[in-house]
């Protein structure tokens, strides 16, 4: 449940937001035209398209199976044609539904835009930056406007969702920490095979709603990632990046029992006793260097630590110069819904909360692990 103007307001430095809120935002999204659409049935059809390719892909590959002899050029020539068949029924099918996709991407592109100028403002006053696209675009999404045959509708707005990215090297990180593949997930195979693996699957999530800025001297990163969940609503998972308060030259991870490790190819982890029962009743720790992982955990963010868990999955990672923060969780920041357009004055006011949660989670995480506090006008 999410919080009222009023206690929104009780944040430390969100004083005022409501009527920044209803002055300068409530304004961009009024006059920028957007009403509910047939989006969701754009996005059926084209479900349904891709549901078609497959079906399609099936049959003819069974077809094809039933006709060629049980010989070896037979067995060979179905193997070719495997690939083949498979990719020419899906974009065969795609084909069939190009309007109603260009519409969808084109509509989407709009609402991208305006949602991206609104958060921007409402993150003004709190001294946030807005980045739409934590990362850069996607690649599928960037081959496809790539393409000669590409309409030029399509690369007009894959440009303008290019010069939407940013924050590249926070979002390198939490790939790097393994921190962007789903949890449950383990990959079999020679350390190269783990690594490629996870650079594809953490390079290929989706990526959404980036802010950065500095509360009490702690300069901060945060964006959501996507995990799909089959006939399952999606998993947002908030990450937060900051500076670790020393160089860490292994690799330590912290999760809560409730949630699985992050993936990571390195080797030499072992399980970390901390000592008290309370910590190891919530979390398990495990490190490269269990020295350094003490170094992190001494006594007194052990304790902070502790009063982290509230029953909820957390997922943390120390590797480099970053700590990096996992919590899943719903949707954050929905100020407008990309494929309908819908937004509403709640919606904004569950976006205020949303960013007011997170920024108190940010203040929280930098007290519990004593990250040194720098001057505003001195130091980085």
């Given at each position: 449940?999410?919080?009222?103007?009023?206690?929104?307001?009780?944040?430390?430095?969100?004083?005022?937001?409501?009527?920044?809120?209803?002055?300068?935002?409530?304004?961009?999204?009024?006059?920028?035209?957007?009403?509910?659409?047939?989006?969701?049935?754009l996005?059926?059809?084209?479900?349904?398209?891709?549901?078609?390719?497959?079906?399609?892909?099936?049959?003819?590959?069974?077809?094809?199976?039933?006709?060629?002899?049980?010989?070896?050029?037979?067995?060979?020539?179905?193997?070719?044609?495997?690939?083949?068949?498979?990719?020419?029924?899906?974009?065969?099918?795609?084909?069939?539904?190009?309007?109603?996709?260009?519409?969808?991407?084109?509509?989407?592109?709009?609402?991208?835009?305006?949602?991206?100028?609104?958060?921007?403002?409402?993150?003004?006053?709190?001294?946030?930056?807005?980045v739409?696209?934590?990362?850069?675009?996607?690649?599928?999404?960037?081959?496809?406007?790539g393409?000669s045959?590409?309409?030029?509708?399509?690369?007009?707005?894959?440009?303008?969702?290019?010069?939407?990215?940013g924050?590249?090297?926070a979002?390198?990180?939490?790939?790097d920490?393994?921190?962007?593949?789903?949890?449950n997930?383990?990959?079999?195979?020679?350390?190269?095979?783990?690594?490629?693996?996870q650079?594809?699957?953490?390079?290929?999530a989706?990526?959404?709603?980036?802010?950065?800025?500095?509360?009490?001297?702690?300069?901060?990163?945060?964006?959501?990632?996507?995990?799909?969940?089959?006939?399952?609503?999606?998993?947002?998972?908030?990450?937060?990046?900051?500076?670790?308060?020393?160089t860490?030259?292994?690799?330590?991870?912290l999760?809560?029992?409730?949630?699985?490790?992050?993936?990571?190819?390195?080797?030499?982890?072992?399980?970390?006793?901390?000592?008290?029962?309370?910590?190891?009743e919530?979390?398990?720790?495990?490190?490269t260097?269990?020295?350094?992982?003490?170094?992190?955990?001494?006594?007194?963010?052990?304790?902070?630590?502790?009063?982290?868990?509230?029953?909820?999955a957390?997922?943390?990672?120390?590797?480099?110069?970053r700590?990096?923060?996992?919590?899943?969780?719903?949707?954050?920041?929905?100020?407008?819904?990309?494929?309908?357009?819908?937004?509403?004055?709640?919606?904004?006011?569950?976006?205020?909360?949303?960013?007011?949660?997170?920024?108190?989670?940010?203040?929280t995480?930098?007290?519990?692990?004593?990250?040194?506090?720098?001057?505003?006008?001195?130091?980085?």
């Amino acid at each position: 449940m999410g919080m009222g103007w009023d206690e929104i307001e009780k944040i430390d430095g969100f004083a005022g937001l409501r009527a920044h809120a209803e002055t300068n935002v409530l304004p961009l999204l009024e006059n920028a035209g957007l009403t509910a659409s047939d989006g969701a049935r754009l996005k059926r059809r084209l479900s349904r398209a891709v549901s078609g390719g497959f079906i399609a892909f099936v049959l003819s590959f069974l077809l094809v199976q039933a006709l060629l002899p049980d010989s070896w050029w037979g067995e060979t020539l179905v193997f070719i044609l495997f690939p083949l068949l498979f990719l020419g029924c899906l974009l065969g099918s795609l084909l069939l539904y190009w309007r109603s996709f260009l519409r969808l991407v084109l509509d989407a592109k709009t609402r991208f835009l305006v949602r991206a100028r609104a958060l921007s403002a409402l993150g003004e006053p709190l001294g946030l930056s807005y980045v739409a696209m934590p990362g850069g675009m996607p690649p599928a999404l960037k081959w496809l406007a790539g393409q000669s045959w590409a309409p030029a509708e399509l690369k007009d707005a894959a440009g303008a969702l290019e010069q939407a990215g940013g924050m590249e090297e926070a979002v390198a990180a939490a790939r790097d920490a393994g921190l962007m593949i789903e949890s449950n997930v383990y990959v079999i195979g020679s350390a190269e095979q783990k690594a490629q693996y996870q650079e594809t699957a953490a390079r290929h999530a989706q990526v959404e709603d980036g802010f950065h800025g500095r509360r009490g001297g702690i300069d901060f990163e945060l964006f959501e990632w996507v995990e799909r969940v089959e006939k399952a609503p999606s998993i947002h998972h908030l990450v937060i990046v900051l500076e670790a308060p020393l160089t860490l030259h292994g690799v330590t991870q912290l999760r809560a029992r409730k949630t699985g490790w992050p993936q990571d190819t390195a080797a030499g982890f072992t399980e970390v006793d901390l000592g008290p029962r309370a910590f190891g009743e919530l979390y398990r720790l495990r490190s490269t260097d269990q020295v350094e992982a003490r170094a992190i955990f001494n006594p007194a963010v052990i304790e902070r630590v502790i009063a982290l868990a509230e029953g909820g999955a957390f997922r943390a990672v120390g590797k480099g110069s970053r700590l990096v923060f996992d919590f899943p969780g719903a949707d954050r920041f929905a100020l407008i819904d990309l494929v309908t357009g819908a937004w509403s004055p709640e919606t904004l006011e569950r976006t205020a909360s949303d960013l007011a949660a997170a920024l108190a989670l940010v203040d929280t995480l930098a007290h519990a692990f004593m990250l040194a506090r720098k001057s505003d006008t001195g130091g980085t």
